[in-house]
């Protein structure tokens, strides 16, 4: 669900020791939900990998794909 107040934070953070990638993500918006939402992922880098990420998508209406992350309270009028 959004609005035209939806605001979406993306960070991407490498670790000093360049092992491990966090994106986290904040979705905030005072008319949907109670307080700002944020999820994280770590990532490791793999031994001997090159230096870029593959983007890949997920499919909401997927089942698997959908129970990974917990949906936020949202305020119901």
Do not use: N
């Not at 669900?1 to 605001?7: D, I």
């Not at 698997?64 to 936020?72: A, F, G, M």
């Amino acid at each position: 669900m959004r609005s035209p107040a939806t605001r979406l934070i993306e960070r991407f953070q490498v670790a000093a020791d360049g092992k491990t990638m966090t994106l986290s993500y904040t979705w905030d918006d005072p008319a949907i939900y109670e307080q700002p939402h944020t999820y994280r992922y770590i990532f490791d880098r793999s031994p001997g990998s090159p230096p870029y990420a593959l983007e890949e998508w997920c499919d909401a209406s997927d089942p698997i794909e959908k129970q990974s992350i917990v949906p936020p309270k949202q305020i119901i009028k």
